[in-house]
């Protein structure tokens, strides 16, 4: 099977789990035997393209002629089965799939962030969920509000974008949702259940779980949405040592907070970016790694690495992270399906777990509230050699390398089966 997967790459000085995950799925299709034909741009690129590219740059994310060209004649000359699409902005254009439509090539795309409705991408907004622009034919209010970029006139352009190439996205053949949550969203966009497929990231198997270490793992950008406030906030209910060391990665806008917060409490550690080995050595060194995302976030990887080394997961209920933790039963409230039920207890105690927090086989949920969080800490703490084994088994069922690439394969398979295209 021949595949072109299409990725514009976010800037290298911008982290980009995204990035991270196209290299590893391209690595992991390679291994299994997938002739995979990358057509990948970088926002790199853009600083020394020539004055004639930058004049063109505006109208890029609505057509992209040049992506066009190349990708063009790269379907004429390899003929794949299947074009796979992550990130179009702003090098490559939605256009993408229609030029691969065009070719007689479907389209299978991963749905990263909500960028068919949001034009930010991630339905937050001055430190609140907005979903403002939902429903509309053209996101007024995220021209409004600045919302790309902190530029009226490019998110004018990238609310342009959205509205002209809704029909693009409703013709890709199937969609990648990441979580359930995403799928929801897919739905509600109007895509129908026959061209979704739930399919989540993974990450390579570290091995076997050493023992758990102390204390908490925070790693994300530290913005706003990822929660940075939240957590100090909920922390600092709690004496000085009482719940162990927090260990805080990663880097963004953010950071000052962080670092006044490691200078403040003995029991606040600021790690800093990590590279690969930091990021093992972190999560090996904690007993819980914490998610403390604002917003709807599609799905943090720094999770999917817990689980990988047996560690639980303390986050809030937005988005797929009750999915990626297993608290996410349909039809039912959060912390009360059968298996949060049989295994409610606290610390392993017998005692009833405290009203708000949910249990999934892999961790805890709770509400985006300080209080919420604060509360849910020592459960997390005491609770989480009785989750390691149960995590550690969610990885290897759900998340695990061999696992996630026969499903993408298998989706591959089954348009590339299927000559009619919608």
């Not at 907005?130 to 509309?136: A, L, P």
């Not at 959205?162 to 895509?191: E, F, P």
């Not at 049989?342 to 777990?353: E, F, H, K, L, T």
């Not at 020592?378 to 990885?395: C, E, F, S, W």
Request: with cysteine; proline share 9%.
């Amino acid at each position: 099977m021949k595949i072109v997967v299409a990725h514009n790459r976010y800037r290298e000085a911008q982290p980009s789990g995204e990035n991270t995950i196209v290299d590893s799925e391209i690595a992991q299709l390679t291994a299994a035997g997938i002739e995979v034909l990358p057509f990948i741009r970088s926002s790199d690129e853009i600083p020394s393209m020539s004055k004639v590219a930058k004049a063109l740059l505006p109208i890029s994310p609505i057509w992209a002629p040049r992506a066009q060209h190349d990708l063009s004649r790269l379907l004429t000359e390899h003929r794949p089965d299947v074009l796979h699409l992550h990130n179009p902005y702003p090098l490559l254009s939605p256009w993408v799939v229609r030029t691969a439509h065009r070719h007689g090539v479907p389209v299978v795309q991963t749905v990263h962030n909500y960028r068919q409705v949001c034009s930010s991408g991630i339905y937050f907004r001055d430190g609140v969920i907005c979903q403002d622009c939902k429903g509309r034919a053209l996101g007024v209010p995220a021209i409004r509000h600045r919302c790309y970029r902190d530029s009226a006139a490019q998110s004018a352009l990238m609310a342009t974008t959205l509205a002209v190439h809704r029909g693009t996205w409703r013709s890709v053949d199937r969609y990648v949702a990441l979580t359930s949550a995403i799928a929801d969203h897919l739905r509600d966009y109007g895509i129908p259940d026959e061209r979704i497929v739930v399919k989540p990231n993974s990450v390579p198997d570290p091995g076997r779980p050493t023992p758990l270490g102390d204390g908490f793992l925070y790693m994300a950008r530290l913005s706003p949405e990822k929660g940075v406030d939240l957590l100090l906030d909920a922390w600092r209910r709690h004496p000085v040592g009482a719940l162990g060391t927090l260990r805080m990665a990663g880097d963004g806008e953010l950071r000052p907070l962080v670092e006044a917060a490691a200078a403040e409490r003995a029991d606040v550690v600021y790690l800093g970016q990590l590279d690969r080995a930091g990021v093992r050595a972190a999560v090996e060194a904690s007993a819980v790694v914490i998610a403390a995302s604002m917003w709807h976030d599609v799905l943090p990887t720094v999770i999917i690495e817990a689980l990988a080394s047996g560690r639980p997961v303390l986050g809030t209920a937005l988005g797929g992270i009750p999915y990626l933790v297993g608290a996410d039963a349909p039809h039912e409230p959060a912390g009360t399906g059968p298996a949060q039920v049989a295994s409610a207890v606290a610390g392993g105690g017998g005692s009833p777990m405290p009203a708000g927090i949910g249990l999934g086989d892999a961790g805890w949920v709770v509400p985006p509230e300080p209080a919420a969080l604060a509360a849910a800490l020592p459960v997390a703490r005491a609770g989480a050699p009785g989750l390691a084994l149960t995590a550690r088994a969610r990885y290897e069922r759900t998340f695990h390398p061999d696992v996630v690439t026969k499903q993408l394969i298998d989706i591959y398979a089954g348009v590339a089966r299927n000559p009619n295209h919608v």
